[in-house]
């Protein structure tokens, strides 16, 4: 219980250190969506670098682990490079609900790979949360933009598999800043070569909103990474949605943005469905040994 009270916190940290992130590239302007990927993760890296070089230990890695910790890089890359194009070419409304389809696809993966069990109350609560966030982000598609709204869905995967992978790692015991270091390290190496070829010149401004995305960056990625090895994905991702929440907020003080009752609607939910599963959890779920 104390591990998934732990997942709880975590998550909602991570929740509003990626409202931050967002924030940050929001003010960092017009720069392309793939450098802006870069400096979120260069910064995460050298911070999991650091904590690796202080505690002097590399994890063994046996067969299945680094079969995994190549997914989760693989699949935590494509998310992030999915969600940048669709953010580039959707309304941001559309692009930010099929990012949110992550904790989502995180639970059916859960399943799948896991085999975690899925009772019906928590998928009610969590398609509950799901329509929550409908009711804020007001999503809606046209025709031409349906190639970008399908990149954006994979994106959604894309972190919903990652997210899954880190969940197998802890129980693997690999140790969470090792896993944010491979998949910083392997997403800066991908996005590396176009960097060099296409970079897009920064003011000093520019590089500082750029540098603190990365930092709440590398905050909500220690704390999503800790957040999963702690709990399963079915107890605690419904917590992730608290992202809109803090999103809004920014938006309010640093933008002028004020929710419509549409939203205000939303919270409502989200928040109901976080209590639920809270409580649904306290009933139904046994103590760890």
């Known amino acids: 219980m104390q591990k998934k009270y732990k997942g709880i916190i975590l998550i909602i940290l991570s929740a509003l250190c990626f409202a931050l992130m967002s924030m940050f590239v929001r003010l960092a302007g017009d720069i392309p969506s793939v450098q802006k990927s870069f400096f979120r993760n260069i910064v995460a890296m050298v911070f999991a670098a650091v904590i690796l070089l202080r505690e002097h230990t590399l994890p063994k890695l046996n067969r299945e682990s680094r079969i995994c910790l190549f997914l989760r890089a693989l699949f935590g890359t494509l998310g992030i490079l999915c969600n940048f194009y669709a953010v580039d070419r959707l309304v941001l409304a559309d692009a930010s609900i099929l990012n949110k389809m992550s904790p989502f696809f995180a639970i059916l993966c859960s399943w799948a790979v896991l085999k975690e069990k899925i009772t019906p109350v928590r998928t009610a609560i969590v398609l509950g949360a799901f329509i929550g966030s409908l009711f804020v982000i007001k999503p809606s598609f046209h025709n031409t933009s349906l190639f ?11 972190a ?3 997210y899954t992978m880190v969940r197998k790692l802890g129980q693997l015991g690999v140790k969470g800043p090792f896993i944010v270091f491979f998949f910083s390290a392997f997403s800066c190496l991908v996005t590396l070569p176009y ?23 590398t905050g909500g990625q220690f704390t999503i990474t800790a957040a999963y090895i702690y709990a399963p994905a079915r107890e605690i991702s419904v917590y992730d949605y608290t992202q809109i929440i803090f999103s809004s907020l920014l938006g309010f003080f640093v933008f002028g943005q004020t929710p419509d009752t549409w939203s205000f609607i939303g919270y409502v939910l989200i928040v109901f469905m976080a209590v639920a599963m809270f409580i649904y959890n306290q009933k139904h779920t046994q103590p760890d040994t």
Do not use: D, W
């Open 160 to 162: 919903g598999i990652a």
């Open 195 to 217: 960097l060099i070829f296409n970079y897009h010149p920064m003011t000093a401004v520019q590089l500082l909103y750029l540098l603190l995305a990365g930092l709440s960056a």
């Open 148 to 158: 970008p709204a399908l990149i954006g869905l994979l994106g959604g995967l894309g």
